[in-house]
């Protein structure tokens, strides 16, 4: 008698699993109906924070419908902002909002999907673990430039930063740094890939990048006692943050509106939080 019970709630619980499962994959299979019967391309430039979604949603896109080819290309914010201002792409993507003049001049259109922190991040190796925000400032002007002034091993800081058309830069230079001097000493990389690389290879080297870059290949340093992490940016106790942004130069039209709304969608959403960073729709 119990073994029958038992067979009959694994049965049941076999069909609430299945129930799931259907249900999902008609919730993606919906998200990705809105491209049938379109072709053309859709290219797209900027933020490097976003290429990990972007190229999901792509892939995710094209497999559906092979009429359509969407290009993926990065920069920074001021090149995507730039480029789709110039008409020279269709979506331009930027890790800050951008300025009232870029608006203006370009005609732009955002569109906000995901919400980003920004990280400060070391070697695994390194023995510092956690700086004040002075520290943090200190160490990015060049004015304390080894790490055993901070705890650590007898060894030169090697500071990482990214260029001027980075937005992970500017949110960073703006609210972690308080808009303090960047040392010309610096090193430069051109992207959250690249910098996430750079630390994991150099044993005394500091940076930042996208928090849904971050893993275990690189040591996220606690700021003021918060470690940068999805869940801290999210509740609001790690202060670096910033919108993840999708920009068009007017109203989008056609296959470029059902991107954007794709990226919207339960589906795109998913694929953001996938990727480490916050839902605009939680």
Partial sequence: MLNKIFENKLSQMGLIVFIIILN??????????????????????????????????????????????????????????????????????????????????????????????????????????????????????????????????????????????SGTREVFWKQGLNKGEITNKANFVVSNGAMKSAIANDPYGIGYLSVGHIDETVLPVRLDGIIPSVENVKNGSYKISRGLYSNTKGEPQGLVKKFIDYLFSPQGQQITVKHGFISVNQ
């Fill in 24 to 165: 999902s994959s008609i919730a993606w299979s919906g998200a990705l109906d809105m491209f049938n019967g379109e072709k053309g391309d859709i290219k797209i430039s900027g933020g490097t924070a976003h290429i990990p979604v972007m190229q999901e949603a792509a892939k995710q896109i094209m497999s559906h419908n092979q009429d359509i080819r969407i290009s993926i290309a990065g920069g920074g914010s001021g090149v995507g902002i730039k480029q789709v201002g110039e008409g020279l792409v269709d979506i331009g993507n930027s890790g800050r909002k951008p300025k009232d003049e870029e608006i203006s001049k370009y005609g732009l259109k955002m569109f906000k999907w995901a919400i980003d922190g920004v990280g400060v991040a070391v070697n695994p190796k390194n023995q510092v673990k956690s700086l004040t925000t002075q520290q943090l400032i200190d160490i990015f002007s060049g004015k304390t430039d080894n790490w055993k002034l901070l705890g650590g091993i007898d060894k030169p800081i090697n500071v990482y930063t990214r260029d001027n058309s």
